[in-house]
T-cell receptor, first 113, second 119 residues
Framework: DVKVTQSSRYLVKRTGEKVFLECVQD?????MFWYRQDPGLGLRLIYF???????EKGDIPEGYSVSREKKERFSLILESASTNQTSMYLC????????????FGPGTRLLVL | AQTVTQSQPEMSVQEAETVTLSCTYD???????LFWYKQPPSRQMILVIR??????QNATENRFSVNFQKAAKSFSLKISDSQLGDAAMYFC????????????????FGKGTKLSVKP
């Protein structure tokens, strides 16, 4: 079974803090993704990576950055957290082809005060 | 750009009955993939069913089946013999075929349909 894990299920941070969300997958997948999920808006892609040290912006990259130093790990960084970044963050991974299913982690619910 | 629309924010079904969730999409591509994902409350999102656009036959997975109408750009999910465990958010998603759209397989999601199952 594919396993995608995220470092925290719940996180509370203060405005201006630097926040790291970590995602690890154990199936040697090339592609990794970070989504943000908000009620009534569905899932929106923040960033994705198709190889180590490679990254591309998704639909809403502003205020976020990512890091992929190892194939199995994809980190999302909020350089200076703001209240409008309070959300559920989902990580996913897949093999390189479009045909393949994306496997999701359990999500991190982030509250920025 | 491709878009995915789920016009039913919430649906309700009686246990053991059948329910159909709607999804339409907009694309100029001829080759692509469509997915239905299920997200139970406080649990991980999982794939329910997948359809390749080049296949005319509708995909089926046990109690879950789709009605794929390529010309109408419609991709509805039918759940037969609904069970309490089917209660969840359901997301329809679109993905370009390889080499299309400058992406490596990004999913474009609809806004979701919340399905309730009444005992």
């Amino acid at each position: 079974d594919v396993k995608v894990t995220q470092s925290s299920r719940y996180l509370v941070k203060r405005t201006g803090e630097k926040v790291f969300l970590e995602c690890v997958q154990d199936m040697d997948h090339e592609n990794m993704f970070w989504y943000r999920q908000d009620p009534g808006l569905g899932l929106r892609l923040i960033y994705f990576s198709y190889d180590v040290k490679m990254k591309e912006k998704g639909d809403i990259p502003e205020g976020y950055s990512v890091s992929r130093e190892k194939k199995e790990r994809f980190s999302l960084i909020l350089e200076s957290a703001s209240t409008n970044q309070t959300s559920m963050y989902l990580c996913a991974s897949s093999l390189w082809t479009s045909r393949e299913t994306q496997y999701f982690g359990p999500g991190t619910r982030l509250l920025v005060l | 750009a491709q878009t995915v629309t789920q016009s039913q924010p919430e649906m309700s079904v009686q246990e053991a009955e059948t329910v159909t969730l709607s999804c339409t999409y907009d694309t100029s591509e001829s080759d692509y993939y469509l997915f239905w994902y299920k997200q139970p409350p406080s649990r991980q999102m999982i794939l329910v069913i997948r359809q390749e656009a080049y296949k005319q036959q509708n995909a089926t997975e046990n109690r879950f089946s789709v009605n794929f109408q390529k010309a109408a750009k419609s991709f509805s999910l039918k759940i037969s013999d609904s069970q309490l465990g089917d209660a969840a958010m359901y997301f329809c998603a679109y993905r370009s075929a390889p080499g299309r759209g400058g992406s490596q397989g990004n999913l474009i999601f609809g806004k979701g349909t919340k399905l309730s199952v009444k005992p």
